[in-house]
């Protein structure tokens, strides 16, 4: 069975469980884990608080690597509700980040997304909201099922296609 449809029925049993609880799902898949807090699943999407891939595959990458993948994330995932850029490059640690290239902004808040990109083998997306005098905030975003399911995929494949 694709990544896809296990997510879809890992979500599937868990709506039909209590889809208002708080749930983590977790898939070992080709090449690595994928691991989603989801604050609320219904059959439609889900409310997540963080999607996580975690792969041996990157283990050791360098700045180019990564940076190879941080683009194939950028050009692959239009589906968002913004567009990701590379925002930051850390070469010391070998981590970049890529966020909203335009944040959603409301009643004198941004939200945008963040993807963490490390050497250390893992991939995360958060979404944050950020208030003028207050410290950013985790915030949780919305997803259908599709949506979910393309963003491992795209999230495994580009972390295995360049090793």
Known sequence: MDMI?????QLRLIAAKD???AHVLTLDAAGGRLRCELAAVDSIGCAAREIEWRTDALAGAG??????????LVARTTYLLESLEVLEIDRERAV???RSSKPDQRDGARMYYEVVV?????IHLHRYQKTPGEPRSAVEFFMTRE?????AVDMAETSTALA
């Open 96 to 98: 970049l980040q890529l």
């Open 147 to 151: 949506v979910l399911g393309r963003i």
């Open 118 to 122: 490390e050497a250390g083998g893992a």
């Open 63 to 72: 700045v180019d690597r990564l940076r190879a993948i941080a683009d194939q």
């Open 5 to 9: 449809k296990q997510i879809d029925e």
């Open 19 to 21: 889809g208002k609880d």
